[in-house]
């Protein structure tokens, strides 16, 4: 489906979920993906905006959607943590889903996985959920994009993954990395 539309047409993308969330709701202490559970209708109003100024393609909530969140919100047990990080990717792929729902527009909804160290983990997450489009956000290097890539293409391989990468104003990332060799790495990368 998304490898079709992107053949004939260039793909708008949703902004950024967190600075927008900020902006219309800002409270001491809560990130946007908590917001999946907490306030719903806010998370799927921000995702019908996007629709609304033209954007096709929507990526869940889920930047920051990782144990070191679960953390960051006092759940200790590892158990726990992995229940908690699954119950905010369901929530968030739900809430996507419905924004991108009756359109008279196809929509994309991308599974969005921001630098974590539990991809594997994160990706079965989305599996379970239907995803078919992931979405890595900003990234400063391809090693664990390709690796998790190869991982999702063996468990879907009608998968289609994209990746964004983070540069300074110099054309580097934190690893030192510029962004024209990144490029060409990505383009070796078989996935």
Not at 51 to 67: D, S
Not at 171 to 183: A, D, E, K
Request: contains cysteine; charged residues 30%.
């Amino acid at each position: 489906m998304i490898r079709e539309y992107l053949k004939e047409h260039i793909l708008i993308t949703d902004g950024a979920m967190g600075t927008y969330y900020d902006r219309k709701k800002s409270e001491n202490g809560r990130i946007a993906e908590e917001a999946n559970l907490l306030e719903p209708e806010l998370i799927t109003r921000i995702h019908e905006e996007y629709l609304e100024q033209g954007a096709r393609l929507i990526r869940t909530n889920t930047f920051a959607a990782n144990h070191a969140m679960a953390l960051g919100r006092g759940v200790r047990d590892r158990r726990e943590q992995d229940a908690y990080v699954k119950h905010v990717i369901r929530a968030a792929w739900k809430l996507a889903q419905k924004a991108a729902e009756n359109r008279p527009e196809e929509i994309f909804v991308a599974a969005d996985i921001g630098p974590a160290a539990e991809y594997r983990f994160l990706a079965d997450c989305f599996l379970e959920c239907g995803a078919q489009i992931f979405n890595f956000e900003t990234f400063s290097d391809i090693k664990y994009v390709a690796k998790t890539a190869r991982y999702i293409k063996e468990k879907c391989p009608e998968a289609f993954v994209m990746v964004s990468f983070a540069a300074n104003r110099n054309g580097y990332t934190t690893q030192g990395i510029s962004i024209s060799r990144l490029f060409a790495e990505a383009a070796q990368t078989p996935a």
